[in-house]
Every structure is written in C-alpha cells, then in structure tokens.
C-alpha cells in the first residue's frame, strides 16, 4: 500500500472524528441561539401587546370623560325636568332627556367594551410572561448544557488536532492540499473509495459522487502510490484493497 494514501486515510479518519466533536458543539449551541430566537420574538409580542394595551386604555379613559360629561349633562336636564313650570316645557325637556340618555348610552357601551379588551390583552400579555420565563428558564438549561458539551470534549478535540498535526507529517504538501479542498467541499470526507458496482464488468466509480472513474486512474492507483483526485468531486481516490483498518 502506498504511503501518501495510506498517510492521507489516517488524516481522513481523524478529520471525521474532529469534526463529528466539533459538531456536536455547534449543534448545542445553535439550539441555544434558537432559543434565544424564540425568547426575542416573545419579548417583541409582550412589547407589542403593552402598547396595544397603553392605547386601549388611553382611549377607554378618553371614552370615560365623555361619558361623564353626559352624565352631568344629564343630571342638568334632570333637574331642569323638575323645575318645569308648564306641561309644555315638561314635555321637552322630557324629550331632550330621552334622546341624550340613549346618547349616553352608547358611550356607557363603548367604555365597556374598551375595559373589556384591556382585560383580555392583559391576560395575553401575562400568558407571553409566563412563557418568556419557561422558555428563559430553558435556554439557560441549554447554554449549560452547550458549555458541559463543550467542556467534556475539549480534551479529545485537543488531543486530536494534535494527532492530526502528527497525521501530515510525511504527507507531500501538494497532496494535503488536494485532501484540504476536498474536506471543505464535502464536510471532511476528502477521499473516496473506488467500487466497481458489476463484479464482470470492468467498470468503476467514485463512491463519493458515484462518478466513472478511468482504468488510468485505476492501473496508476495499483501499480504506484499515487494521488488521484475524482475528476467530478475532487476527492482524493483509493481502491478497497487500499482502505485502511481503522
Ligand atoms: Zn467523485
């Protein structure tokens, strides 16, 4: 087996391992920052419905005055009623009476229905708070549990960024380059196995892109330790009779 590949698998294998830890992380912290989301769009709508609130208030309280004022002016009618000297004047001021009451009702139903709403939103805003503070409560469990992550796999990240610091010793510097590109392009798998999908056929792909790959490619790969990347993917190249036993 050549050297380089059987080099670059090593690497391979510690690639994988490296990443799959350092995902492991991201991936709890991008349920924090989700959460974080979360809390930020309710914190919007428990701004969002005090302000509602504060309006409706403000209009209730508006509609209050109103009503007061007709109240009073009711009261003047009333007594203006009783100090009516003729029947004629008695029934006028009865019919003015009449129509301002019903006038004054109509605001009695208005304040109502502005309290009614304030009520309700009031309820909503207290229902946004109780979940602002469950939801709080999570995404602090959440960071903790990031943070434990993080912490718990320090020491084998460490350790195996230094193993794969030891894993390019020896690699020609042209070949872990291919090997690098190709690890970016495809989330650390910079290399692919050869299969040959019919056993009588003498047909082979690459089992990264599944891709034809030449019988050059195959004929230099058996007879030197070559770097062959795949002419679609990139990936560096290497026969099952070559993979490592990791
Ligand atoms: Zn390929």
Excluded: W
């Excluded at 009516?84 to 006038?103: G, M």
């Excluded at 549990?145 to 460490?158: F, H, M, N, P, V």
């Excluded at 894993?167 to 989330?187: K, S, V």
């Excluded at 290497?238 to 490592?244: F, G, H, P, T, V």
């Amino acid at each position: 087996m050549g050297a380089t590949l059987d080099a670059l698998q090593r690497l391979q294998s510690i690639e994988l391992q490296l990443r799959s830890a350092r995902d492991q992380i991201e991936s709890k912290f991008r349920t924090v920052d989700a959460q974080r989301r979360k809390i930020a769009t309710l914190q919007r709508q428990a701004t969002d419905i005090r302000d509602t609130i504060r309006r409706t208030q403000a209009d209730a309280d508006k509609l209050e005055l109103e009503r007061k004022a007709r109240e009073a002016h009711l009261a003047k009618l009333r007594e203006a009623l009783n100090r009516s000297k003729t029947n004629k004047e008695y029934a006028a001021v009865l019919t003015q009476l009449n129509t301002d009451k019903a006038d004054a009702l109509k605001f009695e139903d208005q304040v109502l229905s502005a309290l009614t709403k304030v009520d309700d939103l009031k309820k909503q805003a207290a229902e946004i708070d109780a979940r602002l503070q469950k939801e709080q409560t999570r995404v602090a469990e959440l960071e903790q549990a990031a943070r434990d992550t993080e912490q718990k796999l320090a020491g084998q990240i460490s350790a195996l960024e230094a193993q794969r610091e030891e894993a390019t010793e020896g690699i020609p510097l042209e070949a872990l380059r291919l090997f690098e590109r190709a690890c970016e392009h495809h989330d650390g798998e910079g290399m692919a196995m050869i299969e040959q999908p019919h056993p009588k056929r003498a047909e082979y792909i690459c089992s990264g892109c599944y891709m034809a790959v030449t019988l050059e490619s195959i004929n230099a790969l058996q007879s030197r330790d070559a770097v062959i990347t795949c002419p679609n993917c990139s990936r560096i190249l290497y026969l099952e009779s070559q993979a490592l036993t990791v």
